[in-house]
């Protein structure tokens, strides 16, 4: 608690001076975060500032904040506009994910070779979540007319996304069970 409050107490000074709170706070976490090379930097006898409570509190956190924006993300859809031009467009934004994700796993590949039994599910793994949602509402936050429909569009991508990553896990699972089977 006393990190959370020091931290707090550092975003309101930095604030209070003109300077950006969340920058000053990132600073602080990537200090706290790394305080074992610091101290090794520093020639400082103290092992780790950060802690497992810390680590739990920042899961907890992180788990309260993201159900909070996914509500309110989940307030602002309206199935009123799903239609045509609605699915087009979303299905053809997945395309384009898929297409990019298929060709920077084939470069990945290319130069690692050791992932490419690996491919599938590297390629499997496109979920989009959070940032996207975050991204895709600070048009709205900051009034551009027409950006309304970002949150929705958005909501499809991340469903549907989701979907296809857990498709594409329990191919992968299959795949491997059928291997290891073939292989007792």
């Not at 706070?25 to 103290?46: C, E, Q």
């Not at 699972?173 to 073939?182: F, L, M, V, W, Y």
């Amino acid at each position: 608690m006393t990190t959370l409050g020091a931290l707090l107490i550092i975003f309101a000074l930095v604030d209070f001076f003109g300077g950006s709170g969340p920058i000053a706070i990132l600073v602080m976490a990537v200090i706290l975060g790394n305080s074992k090379d610091f101290a090794k930097l520093l020639r400082l006898k103290i092992t780790s500032f950060v802690d497992e409570t810390i680590k739990f509190f920042h899961g907890e956190v992180t788990f309260f904040i993201r159900t909070f924006f996914f509500v309110y993300m989940g307030m602002m859809i309206s199935f009123n506009s799903v239609n045509l031009h609605f699915l087009t467009l979303s299905i053809s934004l997945i395309l384009i994910i898929i297409v990019i994700r298929y060709i920077s796993v084939e470069i990945i590949t290319l130069v690692i070779h050791e992932k490419r039994e690996d491919k599938f599910i590297m390629f499997s793994m496109m979920p989009r979540g959070l940032a996207s949602a975050v991204l895709a509402s600070l048009p709205l936050s900051a009034n551009i007319k027409g950006s309304e429909v970002f949150i929705e569009y958005t909501f499809a991508v991340i469903i549907l996304t989701n979907i296809l990553m857990t498709a594409g896990v329990l191919i992968s699972e299959r795949k491997a069970e059928i291997k290891n089977s073939g292989n007792s």
